[in-house]
């Protein structure tokens, strides 16, 4: 199916559920009812740095900071209480009380896009919780509110209580596309090297028909070109699950899809799937141990993503870092794959530190992402008691 069929079907099965509620209620936002519907990824997050860094450097952090550690096992929940839920404007002006809770089928959808990520044979795994405190992904299905998520490790900044992703409508390849967001993966037709020259006052205005957006909303989703450092790899994927499908008369180059249009093929794109095992290689049983009172070189490419074994002997205080010219993410799990502790040192002179009490007999992993290295000395990483 494609990412934004009509909603004909969807509007069908929605029916019975709209039959108690209200006339006001019953009105759906336009983005919904319109053909073409468009993913509004969440504003960005941007980090504090220091914009005169050596921009080779500026650019690793720009790609990786919102990419998990491999290994780490991504937790998703469905809002699921009556109160779950937030007032809204309808078209009349008039507030009305929209619920996040989903329906089964549509929850299920989500359930097999999750599988189908994880069926790649990524390094990330994904496991469904019934309780939002447990959970990174929160998912709701608020209608009028679009579909959107936020970008990768982003939504690690959100309470329990608040949506990381939204479905205003619902197909598979959407939820594909929204789960791509939180592997943090960007909007491809904003790829700069994509090469897209728009009618930008057409695309303003189709935005503005079709789906209901202001300026603002169109230029942060489309127009705007996302900063060169912040695109993995070389080339341009119009046929990628994070592209948007665009009607004649928008694009007017390559002069290819000014007249016909640009419809991204169904699912998963090659270089989709590519991209993704790059960033989370399947986890490999040769992982290399850290001890206290030892240390460990490091030999990996930027962006590189590792994990290491780590036991103690004897319960304690232990602290764990990193040593050298480089950035990095480390983030400590327990046996059940939670978050013990974690740092990220990128763009700063100082080096990534975590340090915890660590129970003789557990089993602990350590997740590293290499940001940068400039390659100027030794790197590694060591483990003392404290
Ligand atoms: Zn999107």
């Not at 509004?40 to 900071?65: A, E, K, Y």
């Not at 205005?205 to 300026?215: C, E, F, H, P, S």
């Not at 994070?242 to 180059?253: A, C, K, S, T």
Request: charged share 25%.
């Amino acid at each position: 199916m494609s990412l934004f069929k009509n909603l004909l079907v969807a509007s069908a099965l929605l029916l019975p559920f709209n039959l108690f509620a209200s006339a006001e209620e019953a009105i759906d936002s336009k983005e919904e009812k319109s053909g073409r519907r468009y993913c509004s990824l969440q504003p960005d997050t941007l980090p504090d740095l220091n914009p005169d860094m050596d921009p080779g450097r500026l650019g690793l952090i720009m790609v990786n900071r919102t990419k998990w550690v491999n290994g780490t096992t991504l937790r998703y929940y469905f809002f699921d209480k009556d109160t779950d839920g937030a007032f809204a404007l309808n078209r009349r002006g008039q507030r009305v009380w929209r619920s996040w809770k989903g329906i089964k089928a549509d929850e299920d959808v989500v359930r097999a896009a999750f599988t189908e990520w994880m069926g790649l044979g990524i390094g990330l795994k994904f496991e469904e919780v019934d309780d939002r405190r447990n959970a990174h992904i929160r998912i709701g299905f608020m209608h009028g509110d679009g579909s959107w998520s936020y970008l990768g490790r982003e939504i690690l900044g959100f309470g329990k209580n608040e949506r990381t992703m939204n479905f205003g409508w619902m197909d598979h390849d959407t939820a594909v596309h929204e789960i791509g967001h939180t592997l943090g993966f960007p909007h491809e037709h904003q790829n700069p090297k994509a090469g897209i020259k728009w009618d930008e006052e057409a695309v303003y205005a189709d935005l503005k028909r079709t789906n209901g957006w202001n300026r603002e909303k169109t230029f942060h989703n489309i127009i705007r070109k996302i900063a060169p450092d912040s695109v993995q790899g070389s080339n341009w994927d119009p046929h990628s699950i994070m592209h948007y499908p665009f009607d004649p008369g928008l694009i007017l180059e390559p002069e290819e899809y000014r007249q016909n249009g640009l419809t991204p093929t169904p699912g998963l794109s090659e270089r989709d799937v590519k991209w993704v095992k790059t960033f989370y290689p399947a986890l490999t049983a040769d992982e290399l141990a850290l001890k206290p009172g030892s240390s460990l070189q490091l030999d990996l490419d930027n962006g590189e993503s590792k994990s290491f074994t780590v036991a103690v002997e004897e319960s304690g205080h232990y602290q764990i870092e990193t040593f050298g010219v480089l950035d990095t993410v480390l983030v400590l799990f327990d046996s059940l794959d939670r978050k013990v502790a974690a740092d990220d040192d990128s763009g700063q002179s100082y080096n990534a530190r975590i340090s915890a009490v660590l129970l003789a007999g557990a089993e602990y992993k350590l997740g590293l992402r290499l940001y940068y290295n400039d390659h100027s000395g030794d790197v590694g990483l060591r483990m003392i008691k404290l």
